[in-house]
T-cell receptor, first 111, second 115 residues
Framework: RKEVEQDPGPFNVPEGATVAFNCTYS??????FFWYRQDCRKEPKLLMS???SGNEDGRFTAQLNRASQYISLLIRDSKLSDSATYLC????????????FGKGTHLIIQP | GAVVSQHPSWVICKSGTSVKIECRSL??????MFWYRQFPKQSLMLMAT?????????EQGVEKDKFLINHASLTLSTLTVTSAHPEDSSFYIC???????????FGPGTRLTVL
């Protein structure tokens, strides 16, 4: 059974702080990995894809450890606008395949 | 980026009625679209994979006769919730697969409330 596990939080952090999330996935055949952001009562929006070599996009850094089936997201210099739910998402691969979402980690940036 | 629309954005209906939700890829063609459902404080759950010109593939536990999917063109998939009941109240989101990396682009979602 496909599963993606995340700490639901909430994480309450002060503005400007660095915050890290992680998730684990159970399907070792998963091929693609993503972090999505979802605001309250909105659709999820792609934040970034995650690669084994690690990748960075501005204040956001994502890492993938295939051996441990572990994905992380680091947010530096957090902004109030970063408050949202962050969804860890994997794709089983093998062509057209729906995404498997974690329940999300709720982040609250406090002024 | 690619745009996916959904219609309606919200609907309130009486128990026993059927509701049709449309998902359109506006500026690209999508042979594959996906339908998800999200209950409050839960993760998005894949309901079915919609394939243009062929039958949809349903996830385990999703009744194909209750959730009818039609993907008649490369830009439109519809989900019909037949004989809706209060337990079907949820946030229904579609996505369309496109781009060089087969990224999934999500629609804005449809919030269904069944009274």
């Amino acid at each position: 059974r496909k599963e993606v596990e995340q700490d639901p939080g909430p994480f309450n952090v002060p503005e400007g702080a660095t915050v890290a999330f992680n998730c684990t996935y159970s399907n070792s055949a998963s091929q693609s990995f993503f972090w999505y952001r979802q605001d309250c009562r909105k659709e999820p929006k792609l934040l970034m894809s995650v690669y084994s070599s690690g990748n960075e996009d501005g204040r956001f850094t994502a890492q993938l450890n295939r051996a441990s089936q572990y994905i992380s997201l680091l947010i530096r210099d957090s902004k109030l606008s970063d408050s949202a739910t962050y969804l860890c998402v994997v794709n089983g691969g093998g062509g057209a395949d729906g995404l498997t979402f974690g329940k999300g980690t709720h982040l609250i940036i406090q002024p | 980026g690619a745009v996916v629309s959904q219609h309606p954005s919200w609907v309130i209906c009486k128990s026993g009625t059927s509701v049709k939700i449309e998902c359109r890829s506006l500026d690209f063609q999508a042979t594959t679209m996906f339908w998800y459902r999200q209950f409050p404080k839960q993760s998005l759950m894949l309901m079915a994979t919609s394939n243009e010109g062929s039958k949809a593939t349903y996830e385990q536990g999703v009744e194909k006769d209750k959730f009818l999917i039609n993907h008649a063109s490369l830009t439109l998939s519809t989900l019909t919730v037949t004989s809706a009941h209060p337990e079907d109240s949820s946030f229904y989101i579609c996505s369309a697969e496109g781009g060089m990396d087969n990224e999934q682009f999500f629609g804005p979602g449809t919030r269904l409330t069944v009274l």
